[in-house]
């Protein structure tokens, strides 16, 4: 057996890109103001919707144990946001 033959038998892994995400389309109109605020404006509503943040984010391959625990500490996080924003309501 070749090595050519052996590398053929062989499976052949591809990385899946990950789910695609799906939002409303970002938007900015072009005034008389001109261009340099419509840039500041997308890069505004980009940085809000974690565009870059998951693009970073999905720059290399991450193991699913390692998104397991990326995908808890982010609940945590948000559950204790809440649970701030709640109590500061109260008050």
């Given at each position: 057996m070749t090595m050519k033959e052996s590398t053929e038998s062989a499976p052949?892994?591809?990385i899946s890109p990950g789910k695609?995400?799906?939002?409303?389309?970002?938007?900015?109109s072009v005034d008389e103001r001109g261009i340099e605020r419509a840039i500041r404006q997308l890069k505004r509503k980009i940085a809000t919707e974690g565009v870059t943040k998951e693009l970073k984010r999905r720059k290399h391959y991450e193991k699913p144990?390692?998104?397991k625990r990326r995908k808890s500490r982010e609940?945590?996080?948000?559950?204790?946001?809440?649970?701030?924003?709640?109590?500061?309501?109260?008050?």
């Open positions: 052949h892994h591809e695609t995400i799906e939002g409303r389309p970002l938007e900015v144990s390692v998104r609940a945590e996080r948000r559950r204790r946001r809440k649970e701030r924003r709640a109590q500061l309501a109260v008050r």
